[in-house]
């Protein structure tokens, strides 16, 4: 989840982990850095957040659902 002004600040809140059941969410878990996480998912989830925010001119929150591939790459799903 992040948050973008109208100049293009962006603050990104901390990274979270969810959990599904038949495919609603079930249970948040985070921040990622105490689930063990690898930090640079944090900042490519980051990366991704800013590129999003910037290229479609958003302002004001917004939330990107990543998903971590078996090569350790983070997917955009929605």
Avoid: M, W
């Amino acid at each position: 989840v992040s948050t973008r002004s109208k100049s293009g600040q962006i603050i990104h809140y901390p990274l979270v982990e969810t959990h599904q059941k038949k495919g609603v969410c079930f249970s948040v878990e985070g921040p990622s850095a105490q689930l063990g996480i690898a930090p640079h998912l944090k900042n490519d989830a980051e990366q991704i957040a800013k590129t999003i925010g910037d290229s479609q001119g958003i302002v004001g929150t917004y939330a990107v659902e990543l998903f971590e591939g078996q090569d350790s790459k983070l997917y955009i799903n929605e």
